[in-house]
């Protein structure tokens, strides 16, 4: 019977450390105005939840949509400009 200890610690010989990597946290970086944008979209909706929205409101949601389109596309546009492929 071929038991697997001696492949265990090849299997395990990499311990995850539990941070992340330089690469990782450049893409975070690189991904921050997008995810901020997002915050900021629901702050907007989130204010809305127990009334019902007014003029401003409904201008502040739409401007906060606006931005998360527009962050995610200079995302877009920087990941492929990163990646050497066509924007």
């Known amino acids: 019977m071929n038991t697997i200890a001696a492949r265990h610690a090849a299997v395990t010989a990499a311990l995850f450390d539990g941070e992340p990597s330089d690469a990782e946290l450049d893409a975070i970086e690189l991904e ?7 915050v900021v979209l629901l702050d907007a909706q989130i204010m809305t939840i127990d009334r019902t929205p ?24 920087r990941t492929a400009t990163v990646a050497g492929g066509a924007a």
Not at 32 to 38: E, M, R, S
Not at 56 to 76: E, F, N, P, W, Y
């Open 32 to 38: 921050i105005p997008a995810i901020l944008a997002d």
């Open 54 to 77: 007014s003029e401003l409101d409904h201008q502040r949601i739409r401007r906060a949509r606006r931005r998360v389109l527009a962050a995610r596309r200079d995302l877009t546009n």
